[in-house]
């Protein structure tokens, strides 16, 4: 499995992800200073994490594009499948890969916006509040979102369209994020983990025939 | 043992369509095996099948001694091959396309890109993205790739397909010396009669599912194979229509 990661990660290029990282990071960070300044209200871990969901669930169905629905549009999983590889394992390791550079981008902007937010809260630029433990719950909470994200995969694996798997994230965070601030979808644990174990269960659906059918692509 | 593939009965429908209807083949090792057959006759369906790309619904298909379907991935290993087109991940190059190969297949072989270029007549395109090669130029490239980790058997699904008779030539010059030379045993489809009588062994036809007819090139006096084979298959079509 970890091989199998390691040849996924030389089709993605690296150094252009970590330049779109930046990219959206300083973007967001633009965006809550539109939002922060001259409010009554402080900026809290609720808008940061909202802010990470519209844009890396979005993000994810783009890898998961990339990275899956794309090679059987382009029938190179027809290639892939006669390797000497379990088919389950290949498509496991690109989900993982997938998931993992989502992850770590989201968090790694979460602490960038962080970061930055405390040093201008105190700089008395903008009010910002938000404690260490808030942050650990929305590090967690992000893994219900790729879950909840993984219901792309579902819907672009029965069209074997790139389009549809973006369309469907567009989807997602629009339910999920559409009422930003109080009365959020997102706001309501339950409800996120609810949906993120829709996604896990939408995973297995995608995954789960992958060598036991025929490969119709 | 002198068998490399062995098909026993294989049927595959897809829904009420019978694609394969009992089909039973033998391909010997070292050997080049030409599958004749109209379009949608049934070749690349048996193709897949043999490769586990489709399940087929009864009989046995196995590669060198191992049965398909038995989650054997390790079969793979034995078996290079090009189904349909050639695909590649259009935007890396021929280098790294190929790297990628011996990734998944034995990276051992990597060193050895620079000799299968060459002798696929593609040397010095190693840095080229291979988006930005013809269709005769993806087609050796594949046939490279399919050989590059040195399999027992090559499937070749239609390779001139679409080619120019330049490139034509070229692959059917390519698929004779992989035979003759490394004695890799090679299984090659086409509806171009005339192409697989100059590189085939032996001659099997599809015809609607059905496997009607095998010739031993070696052995056969018929002089007009083209007339021969549309006898055979008007033959076979009016019995059963009959």
């Known amino acids: ?217 | 043992m002198n068998t490399a593939i062995q098909i026993n009965e294989v049927s595959k429908s897809f829904g009420k369509q019978e694609i394969l209807k009992s089909v039973t083949m033998e391909i010997k090792k070292g050997e080049i095996y030409g599958l004749l057959g109209a379009n949608g006759a049934g070749k690349t369906t048996l193709m897949k099948a043999m490769l586990d790309l489709v399940k087929s619904d009864s009989g046995t298909i196995s590669i060198m001694g191992k049965m398909v379907g038995t989650n054997d991935e390790d079969i793979f290993r034995k078996i290079g091959n090009i189904i349909e087109t050639p695909v590649f991940y259009q935007n890396l190059s021929v280098e790294d396309n190929l790297k990628l190969h011996c990734d998944y297949v034995d990276p051992s072989y990597k060193q050895e890109i620079d000799d299968i270029l060459r002798l696929v007549g593609l040397e010095g395109v190693n840095k080229r993205k291979v988006k930005t090669l013809s269709l005769g130029m993806k087609q050796r490239l594949a046939i490279g790739r399919a050989f590059l980790c040195r399999p027992d058997i090559l499937i070749l699904d239609e390779p001139i397909n679409g080619l120019d008779p330049k490139g034509i030539v070229d692959v059917r010059e390519l698929i004779l010396r992989l035979n003759k030379e490394y004695g890799v045993t090679i299984l090659i489809s086409s509806h171009i009669i005339s192409e697989l009588a100059k590189v085939s062994d032996t001659i099997g036809i599809l015809d609607n599912g059905y496997f009607i007819e095998e010739i031993s090139m070696a052995t056969t006096e018929v002089t007009d194979l083209e007339e021969y084979f549309l006898d055979i298959l008007t033959k076979s079509s009016l019995r059963r229509s009959a």
């Open chain 1, 1 to 217: 499995m970890l091989e199998l990661m390691k040849i996924e990660l030389k089709k993605f290029n690296l150094i252009a992800h970590l330049i779109q990282l930046a990219i959206a990071s300083v973007t967001l960070l633009a965006l809550i200073n539109l939002i922060a300044i001259g409010e009554a209200y402080p900026i809290t871990t609720i808008e940061l994490s909202l802010l990470c969901l519209l844009t890396f669930v979005i993000w994810q169905g783009v890898l998961i594009a990339k990275f899956i629905v794309s090679e059987f549009r382009d029938k190179t999983i027809q290639l892939l499948f006669t390797y000497p590889v379990d088919r389950k394992k290949l498509i496991l390791s690109k989900l993982v890969i997938v998931n993992g550079i989502i992850y770590v981008s989201m968090l790694a902007t979460l602490l960038f916006l962080h970061g930055t937010l405390t040093a201008l809260n105190f700089m008395t630029i903008l009010d910002y509040s938000a404690s260490l433990q808030q942050l650990g719950v929305t590090a967690l909470m992000f893994i219900a979102f790729l879950m909840v994200g993984m219901i792309a995969l579902f819907a672009g694996m029965l069209k074997k369209s790139t389009i549809a798997t973006i369309v469907t994230s567009v989807v997602l965070v629009l339910v999920f994020g559409g009422s930003m601030g109080e009365g959020s979808l997102m706001e309501a644990v339950p409800v996120v983990l609810v949906f993120g174990a829709i996604g896990a269960l939408f995973t297995f659906l995608s995954i789960k025939d992958l060598g036991k059918k025929d490969l119709l692509v």
